[in-house]
């Protein structure tokens, strides 16, 4: 049972239920209407994370990752659950408002077809950066234009597409004939490079939406911490990697909290 509940991936299942929410309270909707999609949304999340283990199980035993390779017919069985339970939380959403269905469906589709597309150039990293900031802007598919959804749905691509290249680092001697990256393309210097770019330009989106919000505004040093990290290292070494997505994702979960959190 714990392989499997590590494959959920829970913080990031957590993280994704957040987004939703920080976007319903960016736009004052009704409590009531939030925890449906939310929900849904964190099911598909974790769905999505069982099914890519299990469709990569034999490239990840390379890497000395074996439990999808091992239990491959309990990661199916459970991936086909969570697929289920997901699409009925998504059925519910939608008879509660059928205007969330294009972006419920754009979810699943990435979650399913995601690791079929991992050769084509710059789109696996494209399309979970835009699965994943894509639940911010729910409250623009029900009519609500508040400029600051767009703004945390660039400033959450920008941060998950520079964490999904930073986790490229990790399997770099693994990906080539697998996976397309742009470290394969542009060597690891210059990827490192756009990384802090892509987590400078979060910065100042995330700068720009507090201060028009006039909500704590010093809140967007969140992402100073991977930043500095990645500046200060000569090279990427595993434990710089670790370490950086670590304050990625600690600098992701505040800035959740603080739009969440009442002031």
């Not at 390779?69 to 408002?97: D, G, K, N």
């Not at 419920?104 to 994943?132: D, E, F, H, K, W």
């Not at 234009?145 to 990790?170: C, G, M, Q, V, Y």
């Not at 693994?174 to 770019?197: A, F, M, N, S």
Request: include cysteine.
């Amino acid at each position: 049972m714990k392989p499997i509940i590590k494959a959920l991936r829970l913080p990031v299942c957590f993280m994704a239920g957040a987004l939703v929410l920080a976007a319903f309270r960016i736009s004052n909707l009704s409590v009531s209407l939030t925890w449906l999609p939310s929900l849904a949304t964190m099911l598909i999340t974790s769905a999505t994370m069982v099914w890519n283990d299990y469709c990569d199980r034999n490239h990840d035993a390379k890497k000395g990752k074996t439990t999808a390779s091992e239990h491959s017919q309990l990661f199916l069985a459970f991936a086909t659950a969570m697929w289920l339970i997901a699409l009925v939380l998504v059925a519910l959403a939608l008879r509660q408002e059928s205007r969330f269905s294009q972006p419920m469906i754009i979810l699943i589709m990435v979650g399913l077809c995601y690791s079929a597309v991992r050769q084509i150039p710059l789109l696996p990293n494209l399309a979970v950066a835009t699965a994943a900031a894509l639940p911010a802007l729910l409250p623009v598919f029900v009519g609500h234009t508040d400029p600051s959804l767009w703004i945390l749905f660039a400033s959450t691509f920008l941060a998950i597409h520079a964490r999904e290249i930073l986790k490229d680092f990790d399997d770099r001697e693994h990906d080539p004939g697998y996976k397309w990256t742009l470290i394969q393309w542009l060597g690891e210097d210059r990827t490192k490079k756009i990384v802090i770019c892509l987590l400078w330009l979060a910065t100042l989106l995330v700068l720009g939406a507090l201060i028009l919000r006039g909500h704590r505004w010093f809140m967007f040093i969140v992402f100073w911490p991977a930043i500095h990290q990645l500046q200060e290292s000569r090279d990427c070494h595993p434990k710089t990697i670790s370490v950086t997505k670590l304050a990625m994702d600690l600098g992701i979960g505040l800035l959740l909290a603080s739009l969440i959190l009442p002031v």
